[in-house]
């Protein structure tokens, strides 16, 4: 049984690279304006014949050619930094605003819970273009610049793209938590810390804390995506040398296959990584 999961554990990513080969030589099913399975094997072959070289790939750029490496991993390095460096931000924030919700009295938490619902109905693009006016109308006000709205070679600018992706999954983490916390607050164990005298503070922060962390974890992948389509955006905004604008400008099936395959490695290692410390740590299956 254990050898059949570790299987299952290395077939895994195969099966996922083999798909991301298989879409991304989809534009070829179209090439001749009707749907082509013998255009789509001729696509496919050719880029299967440019990634056996990989560093041999080039990209156009003003009728130029210019290698595709290292400037690819120039670009994932940078999106790599806003992405995680969002998460973070967003899963410190939400723990922040949760004690604040639950210490706090009924005015306090109904209005955490309106702005989080009016943060969560606006567009994405709303919340980029108003930080950014912010910014700027603080800038006119004081003469204090809170940070760079856009990055201008060489000044790449990561906080701020980082803290505006964070908004959204931040009260997206607050809503689970506080769902995780009032079905916690039904299981014995809680029941058994009040019996025991404990106080509510010792109990969410030292008994439940956890339990609503490895929940928070299931949820992990799709908080993950969801700032990944919102990353796109937000690069072209700010103006950010990032993979997801190069994926939308620079879109060849090799170039797709092989941009996809580089951004989707380090987030399945991290994901992985999460599922394996919940196993070992906690004892439950995390299933990603």
Known sequence: MNVLKR????????????????????????QTQSLSFSSY?????????????????????????????????????????????????S????????????????????????????????????VIATLQ?????????TGILLGDVASLDPNEIIFLPAVTLSVLPTFFFLGLMISFVKEEEDLPY????????????????????????????YHGKQIVWMMLSNLLILEYLYNVFGV???????????????????LFLPIYGVLKAMQFTVKHRIGKEMSL
Do not use: C
């Open 91 to 126: 899963l410190g924030a939400s723990l922040i605003l949760l004690i604040i919700y639950t210490v706090s009295g009924r005015i306090v938490k109904n209005a955490i819970k309106s702005v989080a619902a009016v943060l969560e109905s606006v567009p994405d693009i709303f």
């Open 41 to 89: 094997g001729q696509t496919f072959l050719d880029m299967w014949g440019d990634l056996s070289h990989p560093f041999d790939l080039v990209y156009t750029i003003t009728q130029t050619e210019r290698p595709l490496f290292p400037i690819i991993l120039l670009a994932l390095w940078s999106s790599m930094r806003i992405l995680f460096l969002a998460i973070s931000i």
């Open 7 to 30: 299987f299952a554990w290395m077939l895994e990513p195969v099966l996922i690279i083999a798909g991301i080969l298989l879409v991304s030589a989809g534009s070829g099913l179209f």
């Open 190 to 217: 809680v029941e058994l810390a009040r019996s025991k005298g404990l106080t509510k503070y010792r109990i969410l922060f030292i008994h439940m804390i956890r339990n609503i962390l490895v929940s928070l974890t």
């Open 244 to 262: 997801t604008s190069f994926l939308f400008t620079y879109n060849t099936p090799a170039i797709f296959a092989i941009t996809s395959i580089l």
């Open 133 to 141: 006016l912010f910014i700027i109308w603080f800038f006119k006000k």
